[in-house]
């Protein structure tokens, strides 16, 4: 029998349709499920594609199905069970077979595994994919971390599944070990500052000037049309259009305040903060999303502090919608500059030497960020060759110059008005923080030495100081 291009464990959400998208372009795939009856709905539900599907029973069956040099990709949940699935396959591959972790690893765990294998003769892809069901079926962005030689034998069907962005396929190979992965965990950690901030303009919107979520969809369609289009927005505009079927009521407005998280977001916040990159606005992010979750807290501090007793957001309608989308815009650039400098830090400190033009290309379709807006800051990279931080890039200087004022005017209208807007000041504090070329740190030095002697520097002279406090202590 015609060998299969490739394998793939785990025929779940994204596993399922990974496979029928690699089958779809052409490839033969051979799949396993650790449940069999699930390989067997899955090869009976493939329709037409059917004939390039190979079930597997068994690993070893798996193994033996697929072409040499045999890639095989892991698509279970994320944690034990890939090392279990790696630990099984090992006994059935064979020297230049390639294991493929496609699910959401931490990235310490992908180097790890692709030290272990280090020796073995196998080598190991730690592969970030982003899009959900829908992109794993029709186009996910994907990120690979590995050996380049692995890339090369896998390069063909990454590239033809991949999602297209003017025909250029958003897949590449962006470093060694975890390379990959640590850049689909930071694509979600922006995920995470995109949607709050989406999230806090929702809020203005609903409390600040009373608007019902029908009236709401309009405006972020229209955004959709501009600077901010973007799969985020679009779907934003679409959730306040839809009813729900039972009540007929706007469907958000019978969610529930409270979202969950896998931990993606989490791991970048604490990437960033190991590696000294100031990534405030993905913070702000997720800690707004472990607040929402206290929902019964949130329920009794209302109660014990009642609702500001102000007036609500007014003003010229058009202009403050204006405002709006500028300071959704400058909150999104401050977040995405934060996101690019974590990733800037780990390049350097892990050796990845990770290609920023190449991540902000393949993000442009596919995973859940795509946007024009990556489409920007890809030309803006491809210029500076992604150095430094995207804050300094001249394209973004002087779109950043005509949308901050929006952003501090509405950032201060929310805070008057007791509306949170956590993620959004949180970008705004940063930008002039980092826009501050003489800054109050003086007095953190200064505080520093006094309580602890560790000395300063001074603005007229090299070396280290110290205050007269001592003295005056006596
Ligand atoms: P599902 O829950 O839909 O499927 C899980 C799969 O893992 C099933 O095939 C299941 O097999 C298998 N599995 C679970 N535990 C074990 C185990 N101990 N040994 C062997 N197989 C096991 O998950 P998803 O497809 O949604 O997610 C898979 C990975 O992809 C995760 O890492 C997730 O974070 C990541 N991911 C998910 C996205 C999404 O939008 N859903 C987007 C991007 C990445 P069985 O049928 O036998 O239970």
Not at 75 to 96: F, H, T, W, Y
Not at 134 to 150: D, F
Not at 253 to 264: C, F, N, S, Y
Not at 403 to 419: D, M, N
Request: proline share 4%; hydrophobic share 45%; charged share 20%.
């Amino acid at each position: 029998m015609e060998k299969a291009e490739i394998g793939l464990i785990g025929l779940g959400t994204m596993g399922s349709n990974l496979a029928l998208n690699i089958a779809e372009k052409g490839h033969r795939i051979a799949v396993f499920n650790r449940t069999a009856s699930k390989t067997d709905a899955f090869v009976e539900n493939a329709g037409a594609l059917k004939g390039r599907i190979v079930p597997c029973k068994s690993l070893a069956e798996l193994a033996d199905a697929i072409r040499p040099p045999r890639p095989v990709i892991i698509m279970v949940l994320a944690g034990k069970p890939v090392d279990e699935q790696i630990a099984a396959l090992r006994d059935e591959l064979s020297a230049n077979d390639i294991i493929i972790d496609a699910g959401n690893a931490n990235f310490h765990d992908t180097v790890r595994r692709f030290t272990e294998l280090q020796g073995s003769g196998l080598t190991f892809i730690g592969m970030g994919v982003s899009g959900g069901e829908e992109g794993a079926r029709h186009g996910p962005s994907i990120m690979v971390g590995g050996t380049q030689e692995s890339w090369t034998r896998v390069e063909d069907v990454l590239t033809a599944i991949s999602a297209k962005y003017k025909g250029e396929p958003c897949a590449a190979w962006l470093g060694p070990d975890g390379a990959g992965h640590f850049v689909k965990t930071i694509h979600n950690g922006i995920e995470y500052a995109d949607m709050q901030m989406i999230a806090e303009i929702y809020g203005i919107l609903r409390d600040g000037l009373a608007m019902a979520p029908k009236e709401i969809a309009p405006v972020f369609a229209g955004w959709n049309e501009g600077r901010l289009n973007s799969y985020l927005i679009e779907i934003t505009a679409k959730v306040l259009e839809a009813d729900d079927a039972e009540t007929g009521k706007p469907v958000v407005d019978i969610i529930l305040d409270r979202a969950g998280q896998k931990g993606t977001g989490k791991w970048s916040v604490i990437e960033a903060q190991q590696l000294g990159i100031p990534a405030t606005a993905i913070e702000a992010a997720v800690a707004a999303r472990v607040l929402s979750s206290f929902k019964a807290e949130r329920l009794a501090a209302e109660k014990a502090y009642g609702t500001l007793e102000v007036e609500r957001i007014s003003g010229a309608k058009d202009a403050l919608l204006k405002d709006l989308e500028l300071a959704l815009f400058a909150g999104k650039i401050a977040a995405y500059a934060q996101g690019f400098a974590v990733m800037e830090g780990a390049s350097k400190e892990f050796g990845w030497n990770l290609p920023m033009p190449t991540i902000a290309r393949i993000w442009r379709a596919g995973c859940i960020i795509r946007s024009q807006f990556l489409d920007t800051i890809a030309e803006a990279f491809g210029k500076s060759g992604g150095k430094g931080n995207l804050l300094m890039a001249p394209a973004f200087i002087t779109m950043m110059k005509e949308a901050h004022p929006s952003l501090r005017r509405i950032v201060a209208r929310a805070a008057e008005a007791g509306l949170p807007v956590p993620a959004l000041s949180s970008a705004l504090a940063y930008f002039d923080a980092y826009r501050q070329g003489r800054g109050t740190s003086n007095m953190i030095q200064a505080q520093r030495d006094f309580f602890g002697a560790h000395g300063f520097e001074r603005i007229d002279a090299e070396g280290a100081f110290h205050g007269p406090w001592g003295m005056e202590q006596g």
